[in-house]
């Protein structure tokens, strides 16, 4: 049975890492595609100065530590007449960005109780994930299509959640034990994985650059008593390496993600007015 451990740090910082990316890629829209006035202008107004020069999409993607728009592979669309999955999976939500490669989906196993997430390419009962989008993900089963929402394969088991846990707040078992140092409940990891679009409100988060290179993601605008702040991060915080992996690309992150599946102590690196801080977490 696979515990749900990663979903701590799963959601820390692929929350983070998906609104970051939505972020940049809008600036990226924005320099790239004319805006409506543009669009309306009456007649084009001759210059005698230099051609507008094109942007080079792949020194901005070397800026901003984004992949190029070539480089990112959309999954083929899919045929029309796909079938409901027939797997003993129930889709709690999903967070998709423009990459796919940041894309997630929490989903719960029935009828174990297990409750995980999972990445394009990731396996599950014999299937792989082939797609994820807003309100289902594709998996390919024995060489088929087949999709899966939010409606239940047959009936649920019901999900070791308290009641009433959007309005009391996500993390409230979290308690900190020393220094930098924190004991998580393992219900209240399943817990922030059933709500993972009132996570992603919780705090706002861009990449952070030193000297042109990106560092990690800087955190800001965290709500009081939220997940974030239970977990001891603060406005201007720089998350940077998890268990000693780097988050500087996306690559690193993923693989930062991975070693966390079976992790029961999680180290977390981050800057704090230009001083590192360490902070331990241990699931419990």
Excluded at 1 to 7: L, T
Excluded at 231 to 238: A, F, K, P, Q, Y
Aim: net charge neutral; charged share 20%.
């Amino acid at each position: 049975m696979q515990r749900p451990i990663q979903g701590l740090f799963v959601l820390l910082v692929f929350a983070c890492a998906l609104t970051a990316a939505l972020l940049v890629n809008q600036l990226f829209v924005a320099l790239v595609m004319p805006g409506i006035r543009d669009t309306w202008a009456a007649a084009p107004v001759p210059s005698n100065g230099p051609p507008a020069m094109a942007l080079d999409g792949t020194r901005l993607a070397s800026l901003t530590g984004l992949s190029s728009a070539a480089s990112v592979a959309l999954p083929p669309e899919p045929p029309p007449d796909l079938r409901r999955s027939t797997l003993g999976i129930r889709l709690l939500g999903t967070l998709v960005a423009q990459d796919p490669r940041w894309s997630m989906a929490s989903i719960h196993e029935l009828p174990a109780g297990s409750a995980h997430s999972l990445m394009v390419s990731d396996t599950i009962q014999g299937a792989r994930v082939f797609a994820i989008e807003r309100e289902r993900i594709l998996l390919l089963v024995d060489g088929r299509l087949e999709y899966l929402d939010g409606s239940a394969n047959g009936a649920p088991a019901p999900l070791n959640v308290h009641p009433g846990a959007a309005s009391q707040g996500l993390g409230r078992g979290i308690r900190e034990t020393g220094p930098d140092t924190y004991a998580v409940p393992r219900e209240d990891v399943t817990e922030a994985l059933t709500h993972l679009p009132e996570l992603s409100m919780q705090a706002r988060v861009v990449p952070a650059f030193k000297d042109g290179r990106p560092v990690g993601f800087k955190l800001f605008s965290i709500r009081e008593e939220s997940f974030y702040s239970r977990l001891g991060l603060r406005n201007g915080d720089v998350l940077q390496r998890i268990n000693g992996l780097g988050l500087d690309s996306p690559d690193k992150a993923l693989e930062a993600f991975t070693t966390l599946r079976d992790a029961r102590r999680i180290e977390l690196q981050i800057e704090r007015g230009g001083a590192p801080v360490r902070k331990t977490f241990d699931v419990q």
